[in-house]
């Protein structure tokens, strides 16, 4: 009866985005270069879900408005996402020395959560997002060029066994922190 109830939650959640990924669908591994708290390493997908779910959110690019707060958000709902039993992990095709930056800056990621560079978009397109080229010109938060391409906003929810259980999109930073939360508590009690 839960799945069932988690099933009609999810089907009459119209946040939950047509990406090409859907529910049920497997989650590509990955494992690439990554920052936490500032110091770089390397994250595997497959050996964080060892631990549980994971909530896998692709950003268009560090030190940008709705970024930063999406960051921010995660970091401050940290607790709570732990809580359910779900880890986090940013995507962006930022370099790393940029994440190292945004990964332990206490406005935004806050040293909580590590943030993947994807710096030449395999893994945004290995989940069949969109990914744009870097468009001249363009500045961030702090005044400096970005000269990376940028992957849509989405968020994926993983199950421990590597299943897709929603894709959130189409919202702003803190509204898809938001709609993410709350698919993972809803989950929570059906692991």
């Known amino acids: 009866m839960k799945r069932v109830l988690f099933a009609f939650f999810l089907m009459n959640t119209p946040l939950i985005v047509n990406a090409a990924l859907k529910e049920g669908d497997t989650a590509p591994d990955f494992t690439a270069p990554a920052s936490l708290a500032g110091k770089s390493t390397n994250l595997s997908l497959k050996e964080v879900l060892k631990k549980g ?15 930063n707060l999406q960051a921010h958000n995660f970091a401050v709902n940290y607790d709570k996402f732990t809580k359910a039993g779900a880890s986090i992990i940013g995507v962006s095709l930022d370099n790393i ?6 990964s332990a800056d206490p406005e935004f990621c806050a040293g909580k959560f590590p943030v993947v560079s ?7 397109k290995a989940y ?9 010109g363009k500045k ?6 970005i000269t990376h391409g940028f992957a849509e ?7 421990s066994d590597g ?7 189409g919202l702003k930073g803190k509204e898809n922190v938001d709609k993410s939360l709350e698919v993972v508590q809803h989950l929570a009690p059906h692991q």
Do not use: M, W
């Open 118 to 124: 994807d710096d030449a978009g395999k893994i945004s």
């Open 97 to 102: 020395v940029r994440l190292n930056e945004f």
């Open 128 to 136: 069949d997002l969109a990914v744009r080229e870097a468009q001249p």
């Open 140 to 145: 961030d938060t702090h005044g400096k060029d």
């Open 53 to 67: 779910p994971v909530v896998l959110y692709f950003y268009p690019s560090a030190y940008t408005n709705g970024c």
């Open 153 to 159: 906003r989405t968020t994926f929810i993983i199950t």
């Open 163 to 169: 299943k897709i259980v929603a894709s959130i999109g």
